[in-house]
């Protein structure tokens, strides 16, 4: 059974630096893009970017680059979603999700989500 | 790149039909046949509902369809039942080889 699991819910403080992450089973790890998805209370989604765990290609938002670093490591199965100075607009729901049929123009499985809390 | 255009709402009554559009450009909706649509239910993590266009994973309800023309995609629901209100984003692969959300439309069932 395919299964994305995140990390736990975070409370940090605006400058501080995070790294949550999510674990894939019950799948070949390197096969499948992983990406991330931003929710933000009470708005939508917004995708943020991609990464190929087997050889890190990774793609970005345009809204997103620069702001946070996605990263996988294929040893431990985990993709990672990373901000060096955490800002109050960051606090959000964050999903990890894969697709499983071909490359990442959709996703078919996802993450249970890890809310981030950014808060002085 | 700018989110896809969707109806911030939607409502209808158990047994009636709705459709939910989904506008974006070239660049994107009318470029590819890459549209995905997803149900939000308060709480939870996405599930995908249809992709590439019109196609329903395995699962799926067969009162879900979509279809797409020039740059707006479109998702129709039949037969609604009160499972069915939540909400809904539509997505697309776009020419800069990433996806882009719709803004997402809150479905009301009656």
């Known amino acids: 059974e395919v299964q994305l699991v995140q990390s736990g819910a975070e409370v940090k403080k605006p400058g501080e630096s995070l790294k949550i992450s999510c674990k894939g089973s019950g799948y070949s790890f390197t096969k499948y893009w992983i990406g991330w998805v931003r929710q933000m209370p009470g708005k939508g989604l917004e995708w943020m970017g991609i990464?190929?765990?087997?050889?890190?290609?990774?793609r970005y938002s345009p809204s997103f680059q620069g702001q946070v670093t996605i990263s996988a490591d294929k040893s431990i199965s985990t993709a990672y979603l990373q901000w060096s100075s955490l800002k109050a607009s960051d606090t959000a729901m964050y999903y990890c999700a894969i697709n499983t049929k071909s490359g990442y123009r959709f996703f078919d499985y996802w993450g249970q989500g890890t809310l981030v809390t950014v808060s002085s | 790149q700018s989110a896809l255009t969707q109806p911030a709402s939607v409502s209808g009554s158990p047994g009636q039909s709705i459709t939910i559009s989904c506008t974006g450009t070239s660049s994107d909706v009318g470029g590819y046949n890459y549209v995905s649509w997803y149900q939000q239910h308060p709480g939870k993590a996405p599930k995908l509902m249809i992709y590439d266009v019109s196609n329903r994973p395995s699962g799926v309800s067969n009162r879900l369809s979509g279809s797409k023309s020039g740059s707006t995609a479109s998702l129709t629901i039949s037969g609604l039942q009160a499972e069915d209100e939540a909400d809904y984003y539509c997505t697309s692969y776009t020419s800069s080889r990433t996806l882009v959300f719709g803004g997402g439309t809150k479905l009301t069932v009656l």
């Open positions: 990464i190929y765990p087997s050889d890190s290609d990774t």
